[in-house]
């Protein structure tokens, strides 16, 4: 399982699919490994309970609605940096919405995971803890730098182009 960031809106189901895994709907198959940017590391593991909680503060919410829905987190089998491979995809460091914020890119299909970096004619926000707005302008120029035909998968919403993001800094 790759995660593009540790924010707790793409974690918040993941000890749930690690159980179906060990022994719900998908017992037959082995648990699959969870890879994260070692720079988000801290979102995963016994102690990221508090990690969560100042992150959804800081978002305007109460850190009882992360209570309500907390169950641990899984350790990282795997941590990530710029470079580095999952099966036929690359990883891209590209922080900003989170230190740690990381795409998935696969070269041969020209298809790009940009979790929270760019979605279609937006980008993540940087006023959680850690997001840095300068950052985040100097991921997104090295994404619209890319091929045109690339697609981009976003974490939220429809999946558009390189091409069609053209405008996007603007």
């Known amino acids: 399982m790759l995660l593009s960031h540790g924010h707790f809106d793409h974690l918040a189901g993941l000890p749930d699919l690690i159980e179906a895994f060990r022994s719900g709907v998908f017992a ?5 490994k969870v890879g994260i940017h070692s720079q988000d590391a801290g979102y995963l593991g016994k102690d990221s309970l508090d990690i969560h909680r100042k992150s959804i503060t800081a978002a305007g919410g109460s850190p009882a ?21 999952a099966g ?5 460091h590209l922080t900003g919405h989170s230190p740690g914020s990381a795409a998935f890119y696969d070269e041969k ?34 994404l619209l730098a890319m091929n045109g ?22």
């Open 88 to 92: 036929p995809l690359k990883v891209l």
């Open 28 to 32: 037959s198959y082995p648990v699959p």
């Open 65 to 85: 609605f992360v209570d309500a829905l907390w169950k641990d987190m899984p350790d990282p089998d795997i941590l990530f940096e710029e470079g580095d491979m």
């Open 149 to 170: 035909n690339i697609t981009v998968c976003p974490g939220h919403g429809p999946a558009t182009t390189i091409k069609n993001e053209a405008g996007l800094l603007v």
């Open 109 to 142: 299909t020209e298809v790009l995971f940009s979790g929270d970096t760019m979605f279609k004619r937006s980008w993540g926000r940087t006023d959680l803890p850690g997001g840095d707005e300068d950052l985040l302008y100097k991921s997104l120029k090295r």
